[in-house]
């Protein structure tokens, strides 16, 4: 029995001086502890626009004006090229295709399009299109309007974009 006792109060006299051990750099240490957070936000400042070329005023409405292009090219910032960012383009209709729309809501679907080498089709038979953005290379979204009769009107077509970051 004595020698359990003796054990014991060795093991526990070793645990309790090891637990109440002050830290040696502010042992003696009689005033206020003063202390300091610093906060720091860390962001991917990283944008996407879009741009629109070959188009013109007018068109002839009837066939034989040949297909046309209307060109989407996204920008970038400079940061979007150095985190690997991911970005997407698509249209408005239907497996997000591009759509010559109206102001009456007459609506043409676009099936055919022509994409940057630093692009991919999203899906089967889609208008959504996604890439990887690079320190160069060809983005670029062409969307053909085919040689066919169109209705007289105004008509726009719209594509949206989104980066993905990391």
């Not at 040696?24 to 991917?44: C, D």
């Not at 043409?108 to 089967?124: I, Q």
């Not at 320190?135 to 209705?151: A, E, L």
Request: aromatic share 10%.
């Amino acid at each position: 029995m004595k020698k359990i006792s003796i054990i014991a109060s060795l093991v526990f006299s070793l645990y309790s001086g090891l637990s109440i051990a002050a830290d040696p750099v502010i042992t003696g240490n009689k005033g206020n502890i003063a202390s300091a957070t610093a906060k720091l936000k860390f962001v991917n400042k990283c944008s996407l626009n879009l741009s629109i070329s070959g188009i013109n005023d007018e068109y002839q409405a009837q066939p034989g004006r040949g297909a046309l292009r209307v060109t989407f090219t996204p920008t970038f910032d400079n940061n979007c090229k150095n985190i690997n960012a991911k970005y997407h383009i698509w249209g408005d209709g239907i497996n997000n295709k591009f759509q010559l729309i109206n102001e009456r809501g007459d609506k043409y679907t676009l099936s055919e399009y022509f994409v940057g080498g630093n692009l991919d089709r999203v899906g089967t038979n889609t208008g959504h299109f996604s890439g990887t953005v690079t320190r160069s290379g060809n983005y670029n979204v062409q969307v053909v309007i085919p040689d066919q009769y169109i209705k007289p009107g105004s008509y726009s077509i719209t594509a949206h974009g989104v980066m993905v970051l990391p």
